[in-house]
């Protein structure tokens, strides 16, 4: 774990249960505020997982879970959303009957005072402008997600959780969706977001951390990794050191 001298947001040894599957396995991290940072893994590593327990959606075994010094584990989700923590699901779970406008209605219940409003995310997503009594069913993938990043935004959060962004998107609406990142870190936001698109993930994260079967198997800036340390982290394999020249006898 970075060690940081005040994170806004830590994780200690975490672990969280399906039934009797464990699902985490003693995840430890720190993020520091105006971070991005990327938890990486193939289908199944725990990932959404414990986004899910940072969340307050899903209890955690063991393990505490710390926002900006305060323990936070048994808090429920509503209250973290008041102190700061605003989720982004797989899937987006939007209200498909509702239009665009009142899903993001949705995401000013309790929300913290800041820089975001409505009137905020039309100027982020200026198509939502025209569209905003539209119902959310007839909606792309892409402007689902969209309307799902504006509803968690509105929240004002300080910690912002991306769960699988690029899940089912074609390339462009990824792109065009990963572009908001900077505009949102100069916001104030801090970016804790899940991948499995590997590149994506260490093209717009400060650190990466990845899990396999909920435990944690690399750590660190993705300048520092090399693509071999990183294939072997993500698939189990044993990591290939280069190939040394054997020494010529004299």
Known sequence: MTNLAQPLLEVQALTVHHGQLCAVSG???ALAPGETFAIIGA???GKSTLLRTIAGLHPATSGRIFLD???VTAVRTVDRLSQGLALVPEGRRLFPSLTVE?????GTHRARTGPFDIDRIYQLFPWMV???RQRAARLSGGEQQAVAIGRA???NPRILLLDELSLGLAPVVVQRIYGLLPELLAGGVTILLVEQDVTQAMRVAARVHCLL???TTLEGNPADLTRAQIEAAYFGLEAQEP???EAVPS
């Open 213 to 215: 079967e909920g435990r």
């Open 27 to 29: 995840v430890s991290f």
């Open 43 to 45: 289908n199944g590593a």
């Open 130 to 132: 025209t569209r905003r």
């Open 102 to 106: 009142e899903n993001l209605k949705v």
């Open 69 to 71: 010094g305060k323990d």
């Open 243 to 245: 190939p040394t020249e």
């Open 153 to 155: 935004l509105v929240a």
